[in-house]
């Protein structure tokens, strides 16, 4: 049973950091991609940024040079760190795990809430 479980999610000002925490249980973690995506109220989900697994990057414009990904295989943990956080990245942040055999399958965790105020 593929688990995905978020953690790091809260309340920041303007301009502070979070840095968001996924780890995965029930999968072989290196051989999946893992990314982050985000969904605002009342907007569409959007990719935030995503590693596959051999370690290449890839992020939306929008959190370019401010978001940085990373993973720990021997712990099966993916990290979103996320520096000078503006009001619009306030969104429910998913953890999202995808076979490199099966890319149509999508694994998801329930989501952390982020706030950012100004």
């Known amino acids: 049973q593929v688990q995905l479980v978020e953690s790091g999610g809260g309340l920041v000002q303007a301009g502070g950091s979070l840095r968001l925490s996924c780890a995965a249980s029930?999968?072989?973690?290196?051989?999946?991609?893992m990314g982050w995506y985000r969904q605002a109220p009342g907007k569409q989900r959007e990719l935030v940024t995503i590693m596959t697994n051999d370690e290449r990057t890839s992020y939306a414009d929008s959190v370019k040079g401010r978001f940085t990904i990373s993973r720990d295989n021997a712990k099966n943990t993916v990290i979103l760190q996320m520096n000078s956080l503006k009001p619009e990245d306030t969104a429910v942040y998913y953890c999202?795990?995808?076979?490199?055999?099966?890319?149509?399958?999508?694994?998801w965790g329930k989501g952390t809430l982020v706030t950012v105020s100004s």
């Open positions: 029930g999968i072989i973690f290196s051989i999946y991609n």
């Open positions: 999202n795990a995808q076979p490199i055999l099966r890319p149509w399958v999508n694994y």
